[in-house]
């Protein structure tokens, strides 16, 4: 499942790659979102962010874009999708 955050995250990064190319920005956005959309059958494979263990909040690599989601015993939930320097601290906020 993906938070208002982090679908309004992957409208952004559409938006910024739609500025050079277009037709890329949608396939990379459905790429981006299938990878999210699969933590689901390894949603503990991806380690814990340093500082953010209590919380449960995990980070999936993709080309430069950091997945950052948590694990319920039914589900995974995205919380946000984060550009390359982007500040997980400011994107959480909840430290």
């Known amino acids: 499942m993906l938070t208002a955050d982090a679908r309004s995250d992957l409208r952004a990064i559409a938006l910024f790659i739609a500025e050079e190319n ?3 920005a ?16 390894m949603p503990r494979a991806f380690p ?9 909040i995990r ?16 589900r995974v939930v995205v919380y946000r999708i984060l550009g390359p320097g982007q500040d997980h601290d400011r994107a959480l906020q909840l430290s």
Do not use: H
């Open 22 to 24: 277009p037709t890329r």
């Open 26 to 41: 949608r396939s990379f956005a459905a790429e981006l979102r299938d990878v999210a959309a699969r933590l689901g059958s």
């Open 48 to 56: 814990l962010v340093p500082r953010y263990e209590q919380y449960g």
């Open 59 to 74: 980070r999936r690599s993709w080309r430069g874009y950091g997945i950052l989601y948590g694990v319920s015993e039914d």
